[in-house]
């Protein structure tokens, strides 16, 4: 990979190679590593960087969420401020980058200011969050819709993928006050973030082909995401039962799963965003044999566009073909619970602001869209000026073999560096 147009400064690459380490070495797993949500692994991490920063002079505090806000001594008292941020926890045996480059980035910028005497053109505070990933209870940005008080009682319910126990009894675990949270109270004024910025890594292949070390992110795309949906049949001899006495749940599934996959094809050649994934699939392996029709298969859907009208038709769509497919072949389907996140465009008056960031620091200023879904989301749909930057990284994300290159995060951090310090009001 070739590095940004501007000098990187060997000791904050040094400092930033250090800090991803130690933060690796605490969560490592058999694979990569493991940061669960709302866990005493995600409150070791937590530590680790209040610890880190403290040491460093800077203030850190703990809100009403159990996350950490940290600022130079100068901005704690600031009754407004800008927000950089990202969340801390991680999928089961995943990268070291998802999440945590976003938390790094802002400490990295408090850090270069300290060290410099530099100070922001409107106070700064870094915001390190807990739970984001859905890959342990479900709902997602968990931490976010928490401080904005979004996050709803089927969320709280919702049982940990490891011991069964509720999200809500987890949250209680690491000191969160569930009272506030289960009246939908929001734990943080929205009145008192002036901006909520992001760095996240790419989870795609766009800058790498582009051969860019960062962008801008112009929007984020929105979902609909079923955890379980169940086809259930009719159990058989694999070979004593005709196709026309058939009710075969797998079959089902893959007909359904066709036709959507028709339907995204047409989405996308008339110029709509739209993409489709079903990344859980399977038979019960206490009664599936090769020589047996399944009585039953479970799967994911995970439905995604920056539009929220195809959105719409989808979920309409999905149930319009679920019910011709039950009657074509004699089975059901139970869609089980839905978790929605509306699309979220990212603040034009930001975007720009950090593109021209991009260009005083002799790079070309790039925007793209954002496939998956990130905490920048939350806070933009809740009223709040949000923007975000991509920092090229190979092999994307939710996977052992995140790679992004240091330098790359550096000119990431950069970026918002620049925007912070020479920042107008949006």
């Known amino acids: 990979m070739t590095t940004a147009p501007f000098t990187v400064d060997p000791d904050e690459l040094r400092l930033a190679t250090q800090w991803f380490d130690d933060i690796y070495n605490i969560s490592r797993d058999r694979l990569g590593v493991s940061r669960p949500s709302y866990s005493a692994k995600e409150t070791e991490v937590l530590e680790f960087l209040a610890d880190l920063c403290r040491a460093e002079g800077l203030v850190v505090e703990t809100d009403a969420g159990q996350n950490l806000l940290i600022s130079l001594p100068e901005d704690a008292d600031a009754e407004k401020f800008v927000i950089v941020g990202s969340h801390v926890d991680s999928v089961p045996m995943g990268g070291n980058y998802d999440g945590m480059a976003g938390v790094l980035a802002g400490l990295m910028c408090l850090f270069r200011a300290r060290r410099n005497g530099t100070r922001f053109a409107r106070p700064v505070k870094v915001l390190a969050m807990r739970g984001e990933e859905s890959a342990w209870f479900g709902p997602c940005y968990i931490a976010s819709k928490t401080l904005m008080g979004t996050l709803g009682a ?130 019960d392996p206490e009664r599936h044999a090769m020589s047996r029709i399944a009585d039953e298969i479970r799967f994911s859907l995970d439905i995604r566009s920056q539009n929220s009208e195809v959105l719409e038709a989808m979920a309409m769509l999905l149930r319009e073909e679920m019910d011709k497919i039950a009657a074509e072949r004699g089975v059901s389907f139970d869609l089980g619970d839905v978790n929605n996140t509306p699309p979220a465009l990212m603040t034009p008056e930001l975007v720009e602001q950090l593109e021209q960031a991009m260009a005083r620091l002799g790079m070309e200023p790039t925007t793209m869209a954002s ?40 000119a990431g951090v950069s970026i918002i560096y620049e925007y912070l310090v020479k920042s107008a009001p949006c």
């Open 154 to 283: 089927d969320e709280l319910a919702s049982a940990h993928k490891g011991d069964g126990r509720s999200l809500a009894d987890h949250m209680a675990d690491v000191g969160i006050d569930m009272a506030r949270v289960s009246r939908g109270q929001p734990l943080m004024d929205k009145a008192d973030i002036l901006e909520y910025i992001e760095l996240h890594i790419e989870q795609g292949p766009l800058l790498i082909g582009k051969d860019q070390p960062a962008a801008v992110v112009s929007g984020i795309r929105g979902n609909f995401r079923h955890k379980q949906v169940r086809c259930i049949g009719e159990a058989g001899h694999s070979g004593a039962v005709p196709r026309a006495f058939r009710k075969d749940p797998v079959l089902a599934m893959a007909d359904l799963l066709h036709r959507l996959d028709e339907s995204w094809l047409t989405i996308v050649q008339k110029g709509d965003d739209l993409v489709l994934t079903s990344g859980v699939v399977g038979t």
């Open 371 to 410: 496939g998956g879904g990130h905490d920048a989301a939350v806070f933009s749909n809740a009223g709040v000026p949000a923007a975000m930057v991509f920092v090229r990284n190979q092999n994307g994300s939710h996977n052992p073999d995140e790679a992004m290159e240091i330098e790359d995060f550096l």
